[in-house]
Structure formats: structure tokens, C-alpha cells
């Protein structure tokens, strides 16, 4: 099958520092919204590349978990990457990286955030992912609130 990638690019209205360094620390995901129940440490080290990170989260009102690997982390940048190891998104795609930047907004306070999700389906009948893209959104609009809600 062929790869193929979605994104989607979000103004918020927090700091993109302060944005990232909360993504960082992915144990307090759950903290900020309603579609991360918990995120356990399973090997290395909070917000370090090549740790492995165990989600769980809310999708489409159903508990869904992910196993995923943090590959890339561009502090410059404010950047993360996660590999897809284990879980439901595993079933229907042979391939799933999804990808974090947060950048300041150009000409303006807040900043924007930038998703995107690189994957390749098992066969033509998996759908594209345009609708986990709303999970995405949903959660960057929560985290925000919550991160402009602590001062």
C-alpha cells in the first residue's frame, strides 16, 4: 500500500513553549482533557526520544490504547514525533507516525499547532484518517483552555 498523510494546523492562544512543554510531559495529558484517561511510562524517561509510552484515551466515546514511541523531539523546533507500536490504529495500518511542531503565531500572541499523521493502510478498505484528525483537534483546544485556565 501506499502512504499517505493528513494535517492540520490549530491556532491556540497559549505560548507555543508553554504549549510544548506541557506535551512533554505526557502524565499530565489527562489532567487538561477528556480523551486521555492515562499515559504510563513503560521504558525510558518522561519526554525522552526512545521512550515508550502506553495511552489511554477516549475515541469516538470508545476506550482506545496506544503503545507508541517517542522517535524525534526538536526542542528548537518545539517538535515531537511518536512511532505507533501497538493498539487498534496497529490493526488497520502497517504504518502510523503522527507528528507534533508548535510554532508562534506570525504577527499576533498564541501560536499555532501543527499535526500530522503519516501512515499506510493494510489494504484500500481501512479509511483515511481524516476523522481521528477531530480527535487531535479536540484535544489541542482542551489543552489549551486548560494551560490559559492555570495563569
Known sequence: MVEAEVEVDLEIKSTADKFFMFSRRSQHASK??????????????????????????TVD??????????EAIDM??????????????????NIFSKTM???????????????????????????????LLQFFVECVNEIDQYLLSEG
Open 32 to 57: 487538561a482533557t477528556r480523551y486521555v484517561q492515562g499515559c504510563d511510562l513503560l521504558d525510558g524517561e518522561w519526554g525522552e526520544v526512545g521512550s515508550i509510552l502506553l495511552w489511554k484515551l
Open 61 to 70: 466515546g470508545e476506550p482506545k490504547v496506544s503503545k507508541d514511541m517517542i
Open 76 to 93: 528548537k523546533m518545539n517538535m515531537i514525533q511518536w512511532r505507533v507500536l501497538e493498539g487498534p490504529l496497529k490493526e488497520e495500518y
Open 101 to 131: 511542531k508548535v510554532s508562534p503565531k506570525q504577527g499576533g500572541s498564541g501560536s499555532v499547532v501543527k499535526w500530522n499523521l503519516k501512515y499506510e493502510r493494510i489494504d484500500e478498505k481501512v479509511a483515511h484518517l481524516e476523522t
